[in-house]
């Protein structure tokens, strides 16, 4: 399957959902690349320069109060909502999916941001930058670490979130079958995990990684961001983005912009700002339906593209901003 018609498919609102056998090469294909991006990072990050600012970027950011207070936040959110009944009509469990999945991203998103702020703009600012660029680092490796390592703190707030999140779901099935007078399916069967149970953690385990790459892209806007802006404008320009960057693909492709001045800079914004629609798996909770790992792929080359991009605009925001 040729890129261009995947994205075609990802721009269709269905996201790619499906209930056809999935070719086991595509599971391959995407645990090779998770894998290999695994692995990279923590090569750059114990084996160049780049690694230092890094992983000095990572302390500081699960050092500050911060990061345990979304961690705090966000683990209660998600037991809240796990004993929160939604009446949905039966449909709890996807109410619980959609709600963990929006917590653990906004949580992700607040840390980056933030952490992009305090360690580029307040360093800039602050003078700290010129010191770190007087030893052998250069302007870019400065960039590229700082990026690097807000995004390894992300994962150090996420995963845990995650886990909790896993193990609610689990738990949710029976919870639920046992308030509506069902028959409470089994922690074990067979000496594995309940099919039912396990089955409602794998269909949401990609959207963890689609909400990875959705952070991995605002942090590369916001990165370039810090490298000129202060913290407050910084993270109401990335909660613009973010809000337009859901909102507006959404609307042309409904095409409800019929004024032709109205829907051209709707297309206009819609091209040049992240779609991050393609990063969005409502759909796919609400049906119930497994996103192949071929969408997974086609959504992490867009955000390598997209992201890309940013870093190499935040290159040339940095490169003459004057540091002295």
């Known amino acids: 399957m040729s890129f261009l018609p995947v994205m075609n498919l990802l721009a269709d609102g269905t996201h790619g959902i499906t209930q056809a056998p999935i070719p086991f090469w595509q599971w391959i294909s995407t645990l090779v690349v998770v894998s290999l991006l695994f692995v990279g990072q923590i090569g750059v990050a114990y084996t160049t320069r780049t690694g230092v600012i890094a992983r000095g970027t990572t302390k500081e950011a699960i050092r500050q109060p911060l990061y345990l207070l979304l961690l705090f936040i966000g683990a209660v959110l998600l037991l809240v909502n796990t004993f929160l009944p939604f009446f949905s009509l039966g449909e709890d469990i996807k109410m619980l999916k959609d709600c ?6 906004i949580c992700g998103l607040l840390l980056a941001i933030w952490t992009s702020s305090t360690t580029i703009a307040n360093e800039i600012e602050g003078k700290t930058a010129m010191t770190l660029l007087s030893k052998p680092i250069t302007r870019r490796q400065f960039v590229i670490g700082k990026f690097l390592g807000i995004l390894q703190a992300v994962q150090f707030l996420v995963i845990p979130l995650i886990l909790i999140f896993c193990f609610l779901i689990f738990y949710k099935v029976g919870y639920d079958a046992k308030e509506s007078g069902k028959e409470i399916p089994t922690w074990i069967e067979n000496g594995l995990p309940n099919k039912e149970r396990m089955g409602e953690v794998l269909q949401v385990l990609p959207g963890f990684l689609l909400m990875f790459l959705e952070i991995s892209v605002l942090t ?22 973010f809000v337009v960057g859901h909102l507006t693909p959404i609307m042309v492709q409904a095409g409800v912009l019929k004024i032709e001045i109205v829907d051209f800079m709707g297309r206009l914004i819609a091209t040049v700002l992240p ?49 002295a």
Do not use: K
């Open 220 to 241: 590369a806007v916001s990165v370039a961001i810090s490298t000129r802006a202060p913290m407050i404008v910084n993270m109401v320009t990335c909660l613009a983005v």
């Open 100 to 105: 963990g999945l929006a917590t653990i991203l």
């Open 275 to 323: 779609n991050l629609e393609y990063f969005n798996m409502s759909a796919a909770v609400a049906t119930g339906q497994l996103i192949p790992p071929i969408y997974l792929l086609t959504a992490f080359s867009y955000s390598v593209v997209y992201g890309g991009a940013a870093i190499l605009l935040s290159f040339i925001l940095f490169e003459d901003r004057d540091l």
